[in-house]
């Protein structure tokens, strides 16, 4: 079973962002009941809870401050939903509201029941309609998008395409706006994408942007997966990525090598506690070793047993993750010091490696 995920943004969901546009979602519908029926099982990452709650509320701009936004979202999501239901209902669809949070994926055991639930809902024909939940996660409406968490969804759940929706036609060699712009139709990451590529930014409605959108290609093309950039105003784009017909900006995924655990720890979680080792154990953990405490320089921030911290080499930069077999305390007594003397420090030992190989990516 082929698993797409298809990330929908405000400001093809809605009138400039005023109303929700049930003709819009009407025909994204069609083309998602078609995809169900001839290439695979269908995943939606939606916007558009905070742009249909300015609609509903009638307020004239999006405003700028976050518990603002996150009551826009309370007010619009339930629209959002019921504006989803009714137009997927006259294609024979069933479809289930998740809502998700950067914690989700941060703590294992929830990342592996979301991932179940949306398996056993696929499994039930029923359609995942995917936001995140803006009116407790701070960070998404400040910082984030839900560009990023289509790419999250899609690595959860070990999707091969990701079919971003948004305004314009795909990715130009300049801004669309100008004289001489071209669409780039086949796009290689490897190639200076940030200084080469240009397009328009942030709009009144969305959040994201061309560079989010290029950032989130990034990622998903490293985890193996394709990404296909369209314009939803326009017809049929999204079924057309199944066809000759195809247009918009394609980024063709590299060979999946990660496992689905290894995968989760470069690209799911987040930490802000670090280990600095040295260039012997840099060359070790590249080499697919696990990660000893001689090899530790220094450690910043207090974690527990069981946590993600980010790995740094000598010059500060982020070269890997892992999950920790002793807590921050722990560590500072034993970093530098070879694994048959932990014993002797600590006076007990949970294990010769700091991290494991099988806990460890390098990123």
């Not at 959002?80 to 809502?99: D, P, R, S």
């Not at 803006?134 to 079919?163: C, H, P, Q, Y």
């Not at 990622?219 to 296909?228: E, F, L, P, T, W």
Request: charged share 25%; glycine share 8%; net charge positive.
């Amino acid at each position: 079973m082929e698993i797409i995920v298809i990330k929908i943004g405000s400001s093809v969901l809605t009138d400039n962002g005023k109303a929700i546009n049930e003709n819009k979602i009407r025909h994204l519908a069609s083309q998602i009941s078609l995809i169900n029926k001839n290439y695979g099982k269908v995943i939606l990452v939606t916007s558009g809870a905070i742009a249909a709650g300015i609609g509903i509320l009638e307020i004239n701009k999006k405003p700028s401050q976050i518990i603002e936004k996150q009551a826009l979202a309370a007010v619009g999501q339930s629209a959002l939903m019921h504006v989803y239901e009714k137009m997927f209902k006259t294609e024979g669809i069933k479809i289930a509201q998740v809502l998700l949070s950067q914690k989700d994926f941060n703590y294992r055991p929830s990342y592996l029941n979301a991932r179940n639930v949306l398996y056993k809902l696929l499994e039930m024909d029923v359609v995942p309609i995917i936001n995140e939940n803006d009116t407790t996660a701070i960070e998404e409406i400040k910082f984030g998008d839900n560009d990023n968490l289509s790419f999250l969804v899609a690595s959860m759940i070990r999707a091969r395409k990701l079919i971003l929706v948004t305004d314009v036609d795909g990715l130009f060699n300049k801004n669309p706006q100008e004289k001489g712009a071209k669409l780039i139709k086949t796009f290689d990451l490897e190639n200076n994408i940030y200084q080469k590529a240009y397009n328009l930014d942030v709009g009144k409605v969305g959040t994201g942007g061309m560079l989010s959108k290029i950032s989130t290609a990034g990622k998903a093309v490293n985890d193996g997966i394709d990404v296909y950039l369209v314009n939803g105003n326009k017809k049929d784009t999204v079924i057309n990525v199944f066809k000759s017909s195809f247009y918009g900006t394609y980024f063709l995924g590299k060979d999946r090598t990660n496992c689905s655990k290894k995968s989760w720890l470069a690209f799911a979680t987040k930490s802000g506690a670090f280990l600095t080792i040295d260039d012997g154990a840099k060359e070790a953990i590249v080499s697919n070793k696990s990660l000893l405490p001689s090899g530790i320089k220094c450690l910043d921030g207090n974690f527990l047993k069981g946590d993600l911290v980010n790995i740094l080499d000598k010059n500060k930069k982020v070269i890997g993750k892992g999950i920790v077999n002793y807590d921050s305390k722990e560590i500072n007594s034993i970093l530098g010091a070879k694994s048959e003397e932990i014993e002797k420090i600590l006076g007990y030992r949970y294990s010769d490696e700091i991290i494991h190989k099988d806990n460890l990516v390098i990123i």
